[in-house]
């Protein structure tokens, strides 16, 4: 029991992690766009960023890591996903504002600045990376947890009332 689980949990890693580098992929050729071209500040720019891959993560890792189709409970794993992965962007996006802050005055060359905030962005979200997991499997894998646990009994051949079995 205990060893499907944990295969189970491994593939849904192992596609949240996908997912989670094609995110993270949109959002720095995003951060690099924005910010290289001197249109948007740091805090601006990772904004932008974080958002543009948070909407196809959440549409991968429901859809493709975690196999949640439909409408039921939609809304609860919305807002789940959005906590987590808000207070997951505000780490990014604080940290990329603070670095830009310490290293402007140092750096003058734009270039290599946006090249400092992208690997910010980067090392900012490895450390919430599993703990983000964890809580989305939960969220996301309810539904397994609950029919897992489930006490209902179908019948093997039911019989249609009125009528007998013989």
Known sequence: MM?????RSGVRFTRYTVASLVATGISQLVLFA???????????ASTVAFAAGALPHFVMIRWWAWGQRG???L???LVGYLVVTALGG????????AVDWLV???VADRNLRTLVLN???????????VAKFAV???VFGQDRYESTSSTSVRAANPVAPGTTSS
């Open 3 to 7: 060893g499907r689980w944990f295969r």
């Open 90 to 97: 505000a780490v990014s996006v604080g940290l990329t504002t």
């Open 71 to 73: 409408i039921p409970r």
């Open 119 to 129: 690997v910010t962005y980067v090392l900012s979200g490895l450390p919430v990376f």
């Open 75 to 77: 809304s609860r794993q």
């Open 34 to 44: 924005l910010y290289a071209s001197g249109g948007m500040d740091a805090m601006a």
């Open 136 to 138: 989305l499997d939960r």
């Open 104 to 106: 402007g005055p140092l």
